[in-house]
């Protein structure tokens, strides 16, 4: 069975910090992830993704997450966050066979206090 | 640049009436399309996974019978919400894949249901 799990329902920080999503996973094979973006009220926009190569991939906005194998982990990273970063952040996960299929954990509502 | 338009944004129907949204995709070409549903206060379930020249995929508790998906062309799609009730409401949003084999959303139908 395929699943992504969010730890944090909610995260709540000062403009200006630092902040880490946690998204765990658990997959046979060779994966592919990415994070998304949804603000109130909107679909999903993609933030970045991780097929191979370097596991610290650059995202959109300043967002950077960080693929780990033995952790089985990409979580997503912002060193400075704005007002406007406020919104549920999703990863998902898919299997890099073909099949688009993906699955996405349950989301993470960041709230970003000015 | 590769987008993703999807309508309506927003619709209401009555209980046991049908809706149609569609997905249109311009600068790529979509070979395959995945469909999802936000229910509320939950995350995006896969419904169906549509690719070009193959057979729609329907997953587990989503059938053909209650969400007809067309796929006619590399740029479009569509599905319909057939007698739709109170628990078919939500955002439903398509995916269609493109270069880099990215997901790209549009920005959803949310349905209501009265």
């Known amino acids: 069975t395929q699943t992504v799990s969010q730890s944090d329902a909610h995260v709540t920080v000062f403009e200006g910090d630092s902040v880490e999503l946690r998204c765990n996973y658990s997959y046979g094979g060779s994966i592919y992830l990415s994070w998304y973006i949804q603000h109130h009220g909107h679909g999903l926009q993609f933030l970045l993704k991780y097929y191979s190569g370097n596991p610290v991939v650059q995202g959109v906005n300043g967002f950077e997450a960080e693929f780990s194998k033995s952790d089985s982990s990409f979580h997503l990273r912002k060193a400075s966050v704005h007002w406007s970063d406020s919104a549920v952040y999703f990863c998902?996960?898919?299997?890099?066979?073909?099949?688009?299929?993906?699955?996405f954990g349950a989301g993470t509502r960041l709230k970003v206090i000015a | 640049g590769a987008l993703v338009y999807q309508y309506p944004r927003r619709t209401i129907c009555k209980s046991g009436t049908s809706m149609r949204m569609e997905c249109q995709a311009v600068?790529?070409?979509?070979?395959?399309v995945a469909w999802y549903r936000q229910s509320p206060q939950k995350t995006f379930e896969l419904i169906a996974l549509s690719t070009v020249n193959s057979a729609i995929k329907y997953e587990q508790n989503f059938t053909q019978e209650k969400f007809p998906i067309s796929h006619p062309n590399l740029s479009f799609s569509s599905m319909t919400v057939l007698n739709a009730y109170l628990e078919d409401r939500g955002l439903y949003l398509c995916g269609a894949v493109g270069d880099n084999e990215r997901l790209f959303f549009g920005h959803g139908t949310k349905l209501s249901v009265l």
């Open positions: 998902a996960v898919r299997s890099n066979t073909g099949n688009y299929k993906y699955v």
């Open positions: 600068g790529f070409q979509a070979t395959s």
